[in-house]
């Protein structure tokens, strides 16, 4: 799913206007019951709803919906904020489509003393429909006064399409305490880059796809390189296993995983591993893991090093299709050429994680001689050791890019909406997921789903899609069972069959 720019989307609608000849209030109609289908289901009929508007396109939708609650039968006020002395087209006319009953309800806010004569309780939702996404600077005066009131009242709120005062393209860390703090906000058609940074947690901390109908193929057109991964499109990506085949047709996984007193790194990784379609895999780590395997996970093979506290030599590396590094292996000298033995000497698929990407910082010459494709797959912290410090996530967000594109790698930024940065510069947000994998162990699960995915024989780009989107779908999945305070990586490991399933029928 495309992810486009507040002005591109300005685009899609007058496109969409002239190609499915509506007029602009009929768009906005639409919208306002695709909402106001969303907000009945999400409302108690018996709580009172607040609809704040401004005189704007978004003010408008605010309007509409309004209207349609209140033909609904819910109790509705609508408070609309005078910030500027002219509504736009549209809005006027909502305005005018408003009931005597609801006029008689409506409350005008022209001064910031206005304000204070509202009273918003727990009992209240309010709809913020201020302003859109046509800003590009803090909101002021009685906006901000407005937006103030609101924040600091008990009341649940939706935003419509944006919360009031967020710039959807770029950062608003300066002023986020000017923009509505939304309980929900409902994007209408396609997700805000701004809605998928961490900086912007308190102000959409969820948000729902609402589609309004807007031209597919005007979406289609606009030049983006920001994509949101849904279900359906990382469906697409997947190859059944053919009738015909062995587990030689599925490769062979090297994993270097582990070291003294930290087995447990590699029995995740390895598991999930050959859970996610490797034919065979050989574990390669010191004595206490290989024995610790052998009895954990008999499927894999192990290949014990000559040290016994952590791993100092590669090995032959000519009969396996795909490397995995770094979970639990420390960053010992020995390691750390073993890891540089391996660069220098495998030409198939690598993917390097945990300890293998703390060594990389520490020898920042060695990416330049990174594989083609190979996958790097660091928390921030790691990131920012690799690439250096950011002002704010958009500016981290611009260095992923830039890191990925300059070394040819293919960079999973591990966050909330994981970022899965590709050599063209192009970066797609991961949907799956939740906090039940704030973990031990959870980068370990999603190393070995992707050496199984590179191993089975996925190119980089789909196994690093397909492993970032069924490991936050397995967690999901434990979340329908459990408390994500008790979940363990192991009990996400094991929903690994079942999110493949999901993935691979739709049910």
Same mark, same amino acid.
């Given at each position: 799913m495309n992810i486009l720019s507040s002005s591109q989307i300005k685009t899609v609608d007058a496109l969409t206007i002239e190609r499915q000849a509506i007029s602009s209030t009929d768009l906005m109609e639409r919208a306002a019951e695709r909402c106001t289908d969303i907000i009945s289901r999400e409302i108690p009929f018996e709580a009172p709803i607040v609809v704040c508007c401004g005189k704007g396109n978004n003010g408008g939708d605010g309007l509409a919906i309004a209207r349609l609650l209140k033909a609904r039968g819910y109790a509705i006020t609508v408070i609309l904020v005078h910030h500027t002395e002219r509504f736009s087209d549209d809005a006027q006319i909502n305005f005018g489509r408003l009931s005597s009953e609801l006029k008689a309800n409506l409350v005008e806010i022209r001064s910031e003393k206005d304000i204070d004569r509202i009273e918003l309780t727990e009992r209240h939702t309010v709809i913020d429909a201020l302003l859109g996404t046509g800003i590009n600077k803090p909101m002021t005066g009685i906006l901000k006064a407005m937006a103030g009131k609101i924040n600091t009242s008990p009341c649940h709120v939706i935003s419509i399409d944006v919360p009031s005062g *967020? *710039?959807?393209?770029?950062? !608003?860390?300066?002023?986020?305490? !000017?923009? =509505?703090? @939304?309980?929900? /906000?409902? !994007?209408? %058609?396609?997700?805000?880059? @701004? &809605?998928?940074?961490?900086?912007?947690?308190? +102000? /959409?901390?969820?948000?729902?796809?609402?589609? +309004?109908?807007?031209?597919?193929? @005007? +979406? @289609?057109? %606009? #030049?983006? =390189? &920001?994509?949101?991964? /849904?279900? #359906?499109? +990382?469906r697409a990506l997947l190859t059944p296993r053919n009738k015909f085949s062995h587990k030689g047709t599925y490769g062979h996984a090297l994993l270097f995983a582990g070291s003294k007193g930290k087995p447990g790194a590699a029995i995740i990784a390895a598991e999930a591993c050959l859970r996610s379609g490797a034919g065979l895999l050989t574990v390669h780590s010191t004595q206490q893991v290989t024995g610790i395997l052998s009895f954990r996970l008999p499927e894999a093979m192990t290949q014990t090093d000559e040290h016994d506290s952590f791993i100092t030599s590669c090995g032959n590396l000519e009969t396996c299709r795909a490397i995995g590094f770094g979970p639990g292996t420390g960053t010992a000298e020995e390691t750390q050429h073993t890891l540089k033995s391996v660069i220098q000497q495998f030409r198939g698929n690598l993917v390097i994680d945990a300890d293998g990407l $703390?060594?990389?910082?520490? $020898? #920042?010459?060695?990416?330049?001689? *990174?594989p083609a494709g190979t996958i790097l797959t660091p928390h921030p912290k790691e990131f920012e050791r690799l690439a250096g410090s950011f002002e704010n996530d958009f500016d981290r967000l611009q260095k992923a890019k830039h890191f990925s594109t300059r070394h040819g790698c293919i960079l999973i930024l591990k966050d909330t909406y994981t970022h899965v940065c590709m050599p063209d510069g192009s970066v797609v947000f991961n949907s799956t997921g939740n906090p039940g994998l704030a973990k031990g162990g959870s980068g370990d699960c999603l190393t070995g789903i992707i050496l199984g995915l590179l191993t089975r024989g996925y190119a980089p780009a789909k196994a690093a899609l397909i492993g970032t989107y069924i490991h936050g779908m397995a967690a999901d999945l434990c979340a329908k069972d459990m408390s994500m305070e008790s979940i363990l990586i192991s009990d996400v490991t094991g929903k690994l069959p079942a999110a493949f399933k999901v993935l691979e029928t739709g049910m």
């Open positions: *967020l *710039l959807t393209d770029g950062s !608003s860390a300066e002023f986020t305490e !000017s923009c =509505v703090h @939304a309980d929900l /906000v409902l !994007s209408l %058609q396609l997700p805000k880059l @701004a &809605y998928l940074m961490p900086e912007n947690r308190s +102000i /959409v901390p969820d948000f729902r796809i609402v589609d +309004i109908g807007l031209d597919e193929h @005007a +979406i @289609a057109e %606009q #030049k983006s =390189v &920001y994509y949101y991964a /849904v279900e #359906k499109e +990382i $703390n060594i990389l910082s520490e $020898n #920042k010459t060695w990416l330049e001689f *990174l």
